[in-house]
């Protein structure tokens, strides 16, 4: 045991060493809980059935969720013991509870307000940790001190956003798994250079799960599965924790290193572009034509780019491209620009994309309802902006 504590204290004093062991371990440990995961659900015939709205056209098993839960329990189990503030025992139980309502909703459709009640719980046990407490965003979209009550409903929401975006972009091959690196890649420097090395781990090791899991999801024979709901809300409820986290940082970050960014709350909006673009275009595109917000339909960034004629892993890759794009470009104007310059770069970026998915849906409306060339797909996709 006292050589245990001393390998324990050895691993804090030098996080460095838990990179490598952290991402092979998971990397082998997720590709091997994945392919037992696989082999019971066909087993026991556990499949997505394929309707109208479906990417796939044969049954998959959306059951990736299970191995992504083990992974994480040992990962974080294995921190703590390490050295994470043990307060992160309740974003475990919060796992859990996420993790359960997902893979119900794999198993047999769940209502949304049992899904939304169990992710208001799972909010609950983690923003009133300490390690998440903050009230500025820093000049973010002009905002700074916001009243106690008003970050604690502001961190409710973004949870509660963050949970279900991911759930929503959830709908072809390798895009969840591709915005989860992402954003990991993200939030791992910000993490090392504030003194939040072991967080850094734990993004390292979302990376190595995403990038094992990946193997399953692009395979196109008997190895397919899906992340499922279990997957996707799981994902998507860690991650709101370090986002969160990020957030709470502030000024802790060393900005004489010019790569890093000078507003880690704006930065947020730039590397997690893809899942709030597409929450609330669809939000606004459903309210706009009478429907339910939560009932599910053809009009997602990934639809987009599938009806326009882009198979799985290009749409991925074109709208990962994208995202990584527009991290880089922020990071290399934020060394010249002020804050209010750079909220003005992030407004113009997702303005400007709105914009070019409406040219993309309208031209490939058009397209199929008479053969017209580009140019003229183009224009009458502009003018659908004129009044």
């Not at 060393?254 to 597409?278: G, R």
């Amino acid at each position: 045991m006292k050589n245990l504590n001393e390998l324990f204290v050895l691993l804090k004093e030098n996080p460095i060493v838990l990179l490598p062991i952290t991402f092979i371990t998971v990397l082998f440990l997720n590709h091997y809980l994945a392919s037992k995961v696989l082999l019971v659900t066909k087993a026991k015939k556990l499949m997505t059935e394929v309707n109208d709205r479906s990417s796939h056209k044969t049954p998959v098993p959306p059951f990736g969720g299970v191995s992504f839960f083990l992974v994480l329990m040992l990962l974080f189990a294995g921190l703590i013991a390490v050295g994470l503030d043990p307060t992160t025992g309740f974003l475990i139980i919060g796992i859990s509870f996420i993790f359960i309502s997902g893979i119900k909703d794999d198993l047999m459709a769940s209502s949304a307000v049992m899904k939304l009640v169990t992710q208001f719980f799972g909010a609950a046990l983690i923003i009133f940790l300490p390690e998440l407490q903050f009230d500025s965003l820093h000049g973010a979209f002009g905002i700074n001190s916001i009243p106690e009550w008003g970050f604690i409903i502001f961190k409710f929401y973004c949870v509660l956003f963050i949970i279900n975006s991911f759930n929503l972009i959830d709908g072809i091959d390798g895009l969840s798994s591709t915005i989860g690196i992402i954003v990991s890649a993200s939030l791992l420097p910000i993490f090392w250079f504030s003194g939040n090395e072991l967080l850094g781990v734990v993004c390292l090791g979302i990376i190595a799960m995403l990038i094992s899991f990946m193997r399953f999801n692009f395979s196109s024979g008997k190895f397919k599965m899906f992340m499922g709901d279990g997957g996707s809300l799981t994902l998507g409820y860690v991650l709101s924790f370090l986002i969160l986290k990020a957030a709470s940082i502030g000024d802790a970050l060393p900005f004489a290193e010019s790569w890093l960014p000078n507003n880690v709350a704006l930065f947020i909006l730039v590397f997690f572009f893809l899942p709030t673009l597409d929450t609330f275009r669809v939000i606004v595109i459903r309210l706009r034509e009478g429907r339910k917000v939560y009932v599910a339909d053809r009009n997602h960034l990934h639809h987009v780019m599938i009806d326009a004629g882009l198979s799985h892993k290009q749409a991925t890759a074109t709208l990962g491209l994208v995202n990584v794009l527009f991290i880089l470009a922020y990071l290399f104007l934020d060394q010249y620009l002020t804050n209010l310059g750079m909220n003005l770069v992030v407004i113009s970026f997702y303005f400007l994309s709105v914009v070019v998915l409406r040219v993309i849906h309208t031209s490939t409306r058009m397209s199929k309802k008479e053969k017209t060339n580009w140019k003229a797909q183009l224009g009458i996709a502009l003018r659908s902006f004129l009044p």
